[in-house]
């Protein structure tokens, strides 16, 4: 439609003949435009400022790398320009076409004009919400890019105007303001994306790694922005919708599925300077990947070293190793303690203060698992205030002072350290994951109150040890009222066996009762797939072949993930073959599964695929094989066990990588800590 | 009624029957069995309504007066009957209802019960069976038939037609063909007497209690009809639900061409599969075969046993050919082929292969076993 408007062709040779003196001027300074001809043409000219056009293109290089980059910039002025609905419209990922449909403020046709210009809006209209940069920190220079590298038309309304303005832009220059009728809000087309940069056209990915990367961006941005509705079309296909929900969890279960999002813990920790909110997934939901952990700053999509490693070590007692466990976690920060402006797309960010982020994520996810579920309740109640869980931690020590002054405690914390000191779990914990990577930042004013009555930071005198004591101390606190690790397991006594079901055993900090089918079947299953790990790296997965080939009708999202996912599935021992239309036939299935309902395990994957695009493993089959498979071999409710065959299941189970849940999730064992029996029986506290 | 019959029999007819009666049901009647006079014999009948077993057996029978007429009967919960019969000493056992009412009075020796039973008149009647086609078997046909394709029913309720055994029947051959889509059994055989043209799927339940009941020596008939057959094996009648829905096209799956044909003996083959399980049997059944020369080597391996070789005579006609198999699918066709050598044809790595017997009846019998690949 707006082709018409103008003549192309000259345009385009206009176009050239700036790009010529961007180049031989841009490439020296570090900007990749390899023209070579052009380079040696112009040997030896003078310098020039540069012309805002070519300006814009040097931005776009930075911001505009594929068009998912574009997809960001416009999803995020629609959400700073208070909508409540964003649509996305992709043609061939974004390739052919990007629209971005909004229902938010829209602009002023003066507004719209000024927008296209660089820097402008930022600097001049500060108070215009759209471009403030206290928001999502545009720059003002996202839709200058965007326009200089693709034909662009902007279609923008505010409730107030009567008329909706319609902008065309090409290659940057503007080609026509007109007015027309259009809803409130505003619509951007982006068309024929770097038609004017070759080199960034012909580095663009297969249309489906473009498409996960949009994908990837929309989920990310509806799990931080869970009021917002988003859809975002592909050729037609819906590939993610959200109506928007008040409830963030409902953001959680449309990215990630409704079964994830059920075994997700909330997280919350609040400090002066910083709160940390979100969710987190129990032990028993993990991915071989760490692309289902989102982590925001402030609401902005990041990565953070500090946030990953200190999440990573929340968990490190309770997860498999290469397994990583789901998240979505939300860090809100004084806007002055955080830096943002490192990268160009601001993915990453500086903290002033990264001790202080590191122990506040450490803690939320901490405080989530313990109350979440994963250790039973009896110890739930003391472990809940942050300042509780370090008089826990002292379960050593004489009852009497365990709440009485932190004076006294910190004489007895070398105590009660010292057998965690020497192990290399809790040295690698302690010492290497604190000091080592995140120097520590000089003592913490802003500091976590919980952390300022430790007894680490008063008594030490200097502050890296300061800094590695606590986290030390909170490690110790975990293990010891779980009262089971690697330390502590010689000295775990069986005492009896309960209802032939319950092994009842005791450890120096509590009383530990032990569901003997569910420790069977942890142990059971991770010797198994070791096992099976070493058989598939060394012989692959076995499929066995179908006399009757199955067929398989698919949704057509479904079908379209089948149809790019056909390889994958095969690697997994499913040979499947389209059919035609949303119609696919099953050639062969895993053997492991080739008894059982294989077709419902496929539609399984095949859901799992759909509902977690992130998701990229599809180890299903072996895994649920293998459960099953431990599940009967397991030891039952009811079977007697002599004293030496329960002593060696709890060595087993100290052994194994998580010794807190069964496959399924179920917890294996429930502790009574000798101080929480002490204080029922009121032999300690206030009587 | 009052009825006196030896021990013995009434207990294996009470055996007999008790295979149909329902292990859990929320209808109370279906854990009993009904037992009525008729003539001379009695009849004994247990259903859980997918299943009905009837079985007469000669007896004394006394009509008494209050009797409403023949036909009528009582009912005992099947497992204190069949217990009760198997702990009584070897005399005649009497039956007895003097009150009428739901409880029968079994007299045996210097032994007294008094079993309360319920109203034999909530004793679910069998169908009518109205067939279409009628044909009879000798036992001892019947049961090889059975037994060539039971193994290779499906046992996923999730496809619940393939968890029957498909019969059909025209003019005078009878075929059978059992498929769990891994592998397929086919067997045909000539019938000396029917008519009528019909086709059903039959569960494997009922198959296996044919298998059972049938001797060598039992001419079986047995009639299809719409949604039931019957099967009349001596003095026995089992009449059965059929499996509904279509059973695939299974003329399709056999392969119609090979390019290699390998001549085994059953015996050896057989062994050489059952010593390569051992070590296949953690790694998915997995046993490669492949030619070389006039040798067929079996091999296994597994990441935690370790691996396994075997070396056989073979005659082969074709290019050399390495494809895997399932142990347990080889071993399950071997142990029912009687003959003593058995072909294996093949076309390529990926395509399915054919196992049948050589000699009497090779054309009778053939089973489809699809390849095992590693991805």
Known sequence: MFRGLSPRPPLLKERGQGGEALFDLAFPLGYNKPVTETLSQTPGRAVVLLDENTANRIAAGEVIERPSSVVKELVENALDAGATRVEVEL????????????????????????????????????????????????????????????????????????????????????????????????????????????????????????????????????????????????????????????????????????????????????????????????????????????????????????????????????????????????????????????????????????????????????????????????????????????????????????????????????????????????????????????????????????????????????????????????????????????????????????????????????????????????????????????????????????????????????????????????????????????????????????????????????????????????????????????????????????????????????????????????????????????????????? | MQAMCPRKDLYEAVQTVGRAVSGRSTLPILSHLLVAPQGNTLKLTATDLEMWMECSLPARIQASLDDTGDGEGFTAPARVFTEMLGALPDMDVQLDRPEGGNTVQVHCGRSDYKILGLPAEEFPAPPDVTPTATFTLPGEVLRDMI?????????????????????????????????????LAVRTATVAAGDGSATAVVPARAMNEVLRLATDEDAVTISLAQGQARFDIGGTTMVTRLIEGTFPNYERVIPTTHDRKLTLETTEFARAVRRAAIVARDNANRVVIETEGAQLVLSAESGTVGSVREEIEVAREGDDIQIAFNAKYLQDVLGVVETEGVVLELTEPLRPGILRPIGDGADDYLCVLMPMQVI
């Open chain 1, 91 to 687: 043609r061939e990922a974004g390739k052919r076409g990007i629209v971005v449909r909004d229902n938010g403020c829209g602009m002023s046709r003066d507004d719209a004009v000024l927008a296209l210009q660089r820097h402008a809006t930022s600097k001049i209209r500060s108070a215009d919400d759209l471009f403030d940069i206290r928001t999502l920190g545009f720059r003002g220079e996202a839709l200058p890019s965007i326009a200089s590298v693709s034909d662009l038309r902007i279609v923008t309304k505010r409730a107030e105007d009567d008329a909706a303005t319609e902008i065309v832009v090409r290659g940057g220059d503007i080609i026509s303001v007109t007015e027309t009728g259009a809803p409130d809000g505003t619509t951007f087309v982006v068309e024929n994306l770097f038609f004017n940069t070759p080199a960034r056209l012909k580095f663009l990915k297969t249309t489906p790694t473009e498409l996960n990367h949009a994908v990837d961006l929309l989920h990310r941005l509806s799990l931080a922005y869970h009021r917002i509705a988003f859809r975002l079309l592909h050729d037609g296909y819906e590939m993610f919708t959200y109506p928007g929900a008040a409830d963030p969890l409902h953001a959680v279960a449309a990215v990630w599925g409704r079964d994830t999002a059920r075994e997700m813990v909330p997280l919350r920790y609040e400090s002066p300077a910083l709160s940390v909110r979100g969710f987190v997934s129990k032990p028993s939901v993990s991915k071989a990947t760490r692309t289902s952990q989102a982590m925001f700053v402030n609401g902005r999509y990041v990565r953070s070293r500090t946030m990953t490693h200190a999440f990573d070590t929340a968990f490190k007692h309770l997860m498999t190793t290469d397994r990583h466990p789901v998240c979505a976690l939300f860090l809100d920060i004084a806007p002055e303690l955080v830096d943002v402006n490192v990268h160009p797309t601001k993915i990453e960010v500086r903290f002033t203060r990264d001790g202080d982020v590191y122990s506040a994520v450490h803690h939320a996810v901490q405080d989530a698992l313990l109350t979440g579920g994963l250790v039973p309740e009896v110890i739930v109640q003391p472990s809940l205030p942050a300042t509780n869980s370090r008089a826990e931690s002292n379960g050593l020590m004489p009852p009497r002072s365990a709440l009485s002054s932190y004076a006294r405690t910190e004489v007895e914390l070398p105590e009660a350290l010292t057998p965690l000191a020497p192990s290399p779990g809790a040295a690698g914990e302690g010492g290497v994951g604190m000091s080592a990577p995140f120097s520590p930042s000089p003592a913490g004013d802003a500091r976590p109150a919980a952390w300022e009555k430790g007894p680490g930071d008063e008594g030490n005198p200097a502050p890296p040890a300061g800094d590695g004591r606590p986290l030390l101390g909170a490690g110790g606190a975990d293990t010891s009222y779980i009262g089971f690790d690697g330390q502590r397991i010689g000295r775990l006594r069986v005492l009896a066996q309960s209802r032939n079901t319950y092994i009842v055993a005791e450890t120096d900090d509590a009383l530990l009762l032990i569901d003997q089918h569910i420790a069977h079947e942890r142990v059971l299953y991770e010797q198994m797939m070791n096992g099976v790990t070493d058989t598939a790296a060394n012989w692959g997965v076995v499929a066995q072949h179908l006399a009757l080939p199955q067929t398989l009708h698919l949704a057509p999202r479904e079908a379209r993930v089948v149809e790019e996912r056909r390889e994958a599935l095969a690697r997994a021992g499913f040979i499947v073959e389209p059919f035609g239309g949303e119609t696919f036939v099953v050639r062969a299935v895993p053997a492991v599964v080739a008894n059982k309902d294989y077709l419902g395990v496929l539609r399984g994957i095949i859901e799992e695929m759909v509902t977690a695009s992130v998701a990229r493993r599809l180890l299903v089959p072996h895994e649920a094989a293998v459960i099953m498979a431990s599940c009967k071999m397991a030891v039952k409710k009811g079977d007697p066990l002599t004293l030496e065959e329960m002593t060696r299941l709890l060595t087993d189970l100290a052994k194994m990588k998580n010794p807190f849940t069964c496959p399924h999730g179920r917890p294996i064992l429930l502790s009574l800590p000798h101080r929480e029996m002490d204080r029922k029986f009121h032999r300690i506290g206030p009587h």
């Open chain 2, 147 to 183: 037994r060539h394709v039971l193994f290779a029913v499906s046992t996923d309720e999730t496809r619940v037609i393939l968890t029957g055994v498909l019969l059909i029947f025209e003019g005078d051959s009878v075929k059978m063909v059992a498929t769990d889509t891994h592998r």
